[in-house]
């Protein structure tokens, strides 16, 4: 039985007698990675001590009689067993191996009496399958040797405290099954601290998510402070988006007691950038390199002093794929008032009563579907999270122990308000947004809870090919966007109305014409959602109403339509909407609303048009009803007639985001094809060269405008169509959704051919 084993006699292989701390610190140490030395007194040690000194047996069985749902006796089970822990004697070899390693490491790194960090590692921490986060305990700047001892009893002590016991029956986990190695590490005087991901937390997409703060760590981890958030896009190394908090507290060194202590972060780094451009491209660096090395994205914990980077955890993100709230559904489209923003931490929306927690003694107010309220969220906090239908804080960034834990038991959480327990009130009824991090005054109606693991997307296993043209994906109905996102498209090119608007029953105009604009606009905010929810924040491209009029005949209100003799060259599109212009606003109302509650992914696109002049007072409807047309809101077009290729210069100059063909209705316009004709079909051809001058030609005149260009027709499901538009620099395609993998590959590959003929002609050169 080893009793001591340093990072260097370890790897991930070790978890058994090193806990997943332990054993990926020395995983990372053999690969290279900066990592203070430090040894690991491994879970053997720590059998023998509850073995040899006779207290195994007593912990058991105050263990078998408890119920961790009910948290007042829950937390004296956990006070009985720690006493028994620290009055326990530790066996005299023990002490003396404990002793003569933490000597050898003072001698390795040179300093008499080194601080050392003393941390917890349980044998079933880290796992790719659980993670323990926060469940034992860490203890800073520790120095000699009885001082080692001492929290080395108490590392094993938390093993049970009451977070851990009731993570480990929560998750099965047999408490006379799970061991804890405790690591003694050199202690990082940190200057700066924090945490990186190695991919989105949450939806698994190739981000790297940075959380910095002055000082050590612990600040950040334990949320204590709202730290700086960077988000870096792994394909290209820049920094997408940077948030700079005011950092009001910090953990440091007391140079004369020797121990960690809390302080006012000093008033000029307040407000302060945390990270250089030099030090996250660095930490980026760094976090693609582990994230190789395990061949699995990972959780980390970083520290710098002097300059130098020290990584001081990796660990496997265990959320990814989870869907922890649930999809707004009926009721969305009602009125929301915004009560307080934070940082989205836990996606999904809940709504429930406030219960404000101040401290642990008021955790058994939470009940079944509340909202816990807090300042910061503790582990000793988990058994009410457990109950909670979602968490609100005062402080923390995405990576505290709120946003970790509430991502994994699956509820929603917003976090780093600022001010939710000052201004929500006890008993109140809210609803809050954990994509986006808003609170809402109120109740929303809620469809679904979260699903079981095995049913969701797995964001991993996806692992989508990377492309600079984005692939996106069409939506005809929202019943479908589920299955939409999972296939991993960069959003939606197409959102199509028809459905959504006419599975009422009724007509449009009867809605407007029977004083009922209201309900129409809520049928509308109720299906547009359920797309933006499930894509958010990526882009949705909702295009207006686009029937033909027989379609419109056999609603109730509807008699009056006119008889034509071909519908698809009829009335219909943008030309229908602006003859009868109530349509067109209610539906420009409803995207106002949901821009209003925070869903500014929407865009609009226009169908049909042949002049300007239908751009152009499609936009003044926009703008009458509070929209901003290529301000607060992505405005564009469908080009889809032969007149709106051959002239889209004049729209540019009337001004449009962006552009996406058609290619349905410009193919049988340009070749004089009616597409449903069965005696033509044979000659109705995307890829006929007059089509193809089209598509090329609006391309090339809207890159040079920077107008961004898309396909949502049929064509951009065809693999040889896609290759001659990315040829040609078109920005996006949209597929239909068993149509994205394959167009993704196609772009994927067509791409390579590019970089790889343009790098064949410099070498000739």
């Not at 948290?71 to 720690?82: D, F, H, V």
């Not at 239908?389 to 038991?409: F, K, M, P, Q, Y």
């Not at 209100?557 to 349509?583: A, F, K, S, T």
């Amino acid at each position: 039985m080893k009793l001591v084993e340093f990072f260097e006699e370890l790897g991930k292989e070790d978890v058994d007698i090193a806990g997943g701390k332990g054993a990926n610190l020395g995983e990372l140490t053999n690969a290279g990675i900066n990592v203070p030395p430090g040894f690991v007194i491994t879970s053997e040690t720590y059998d023998k001590f509850i073995k040899e000194t006779g207290i195994f047996d007593e912990i058991m069985s105050i263990l078998d009689a408890i119920d961790v749902n009910d948290t007042k006796e829950l937390q004296g089970a956990s006070a009985r067993i720690k006493e028994i822990m620290m009055n326990a004697y530790v066996p005299d070899d023990i002490r003396t191996t404990i002793i003569e390693a933490y000597n050898a490491l003072c001698q390795r790194i040179g300093k008499e009496n080194a601080f050392v960090a003393i941390r917890s590692s349980a044998t079933a921490e880290d796992l790719p399958e659980a993670s323990f986060a926060g469940q034992q305990d860490t203890f800073l700047n520790i120095r000699g040797p009885e001082d080692v001892l001492t929290y080395v009893q108490k590392c094993w002590a938390s093993l049970f405290e009451s977070r851990a016991i009731f993570y480990r029956e929560e998750n099965n986990f047999d408490h006379s099954k799970v061991y804890i190695a405790v690591v003694v590490q050199e202690m990082v005087n940190a200057e700066k601290a924090g945490v990186m991901f190695t991919v989105h937390p949450s939806t698994g997409e190739e981000q790297i998510l940075l959380e910095a703060a002055w000082g050590l760590g612990e600040a950040v981890v334990s949320g204590t402070v709202t730290p700086d958030t960077y988000w870096v896009d792994k394909k290209t190394g820049k920094v997408f988006n940077c948030n700079i908090s005011e950092k009001n507290t910090m953990f440091t060194k007391d140079p004369e007691a020797g121990k960690t202590v809390q302080l006012d972060v000093p008033e000029d780094l307040k407000n302060k950038r945390v990270l250089s451009d030099e030090e996250i491209a660095a930490l980026t660096k760094l976090g693609a390199r582990i994230q190789e090395h395990y061949d699995f994205p990972q959780d980390t914990e970083w520290a710098m002093e002097n300059g130098r980077v020290f990584m001081l955890q990796s660990r496997p993100i265990t959320t990814l794929g989870m869907n922890n709230g649930t999809e707004a559904k009926e009721g969305a489209g009602e009125e929301r008032t915004i009560i307080t923003k934070g940082l989205g931490a836990s996606p999904g929306m809940a709504s429930g009563t406030v219960k404000i927690v101040k401290d642990t003694d008021e955790l058994d107010k939470v009940g079944n579907g509340d909202i816990l309220v807090t300042v910061m969220t503790t582990p000793d906090m988990v058994p009410a999270m457990k109950r909670a239908n979602g968490i609100i804080t005062d402080e923390g960034g995405v990576t505290c122990h709120a946003a970790i834990v509430s991502r994994e038991l699956g509820i929603s959480c917003v976090v780093g308000t600022g001010d939710a327990t000052k201004i929500l009130k006890e008993n109140e009824m809210v609803t809050l947004d954990g994509n986006k991090g808003i609170v809402y005054k109120g109740k929303f109606e809620e469809a679904g809870k979260k699903e079981a693991a095995e049913e969701q997307p797995a964001a991993v296993a996806q692992a989508p090919i990377l492309t600079v043209t984005e692939v996106k994906v069409n939506v005809s109905m929202p019943e479908a966007a589920k299955k939409a996102a999972a296939t991993g498209a960069d959003g939606v090119g197409l959102l199509r109305t028809e459905h959504m608007m006419l599975t009422s029953g009724v007509h449009p105009k009867k809605f407007i014409n029977d004083g009922k604009e209201d309900e129409l606009i809520k049928i509308l905010v109720e299906n547009v959602l359920k797309v933006a929810d499930e894509f958010y924040p990526k882009p949705v491209w909702y295009r207006t109403l686009d029937a033909p009029t027989d379609e419109f005949i056999s609603l109730e209100g509807g008699e009056g339509e006119p008889y034509e003799h071909n519908p698809m060259l009829g009335w219909r599109g943008i030309r229908r909407e602006l003859d009868e212009p109530e349509i067109l606003r209610a539906e420009f109302k409803a995207i106002k609303k949901l821009h209003e509650q925070g869903y500014t992914n929407i865009g609009i696109m226009i169908p049909l048009v042949q002049h300007p002049d239908e751009l152009r007072r499609a936009k003044q409807i926009a703008e009458e009803v509070g929209l901003k047309p290529q301000k607060n809101i992505e405005f564009g077009i469908m080009v889809e007639t032969p007149g709106a290729a051959l002239i889209i210069e004049d729209f540019i100059a009337e001004g449009l985001d962006f552009v996406s063909f058609g290619t349905n209705d410009l193919t049988q316009y340009t070749l004089a094809i009616d597409r449903n004709n069965e005696n033509v079909a044979k000659l109705y051809s995307e890829g006929h060269p007059a089509v193809l001058k089209l598509l090329v030609r609006v391309i090339k005149i809207c890159n040079e405008a920077g107008v961004k260009t898309s396909i949502c027709g049929q064509a951009g499901s065809m693999p040889k169509i896609v290759e001659k538009l990315v040829e040609a620099g078109i920005e996006s395609v949209s597929a239909n959704t068993d149509a994205v993998a394959t167009v993704r590959e196609t772009v994927a590959r067509v791409e390579k051919k590019l970089v790889l003929k343009a790098a064949r002609k410099m070498m000739s050169e």
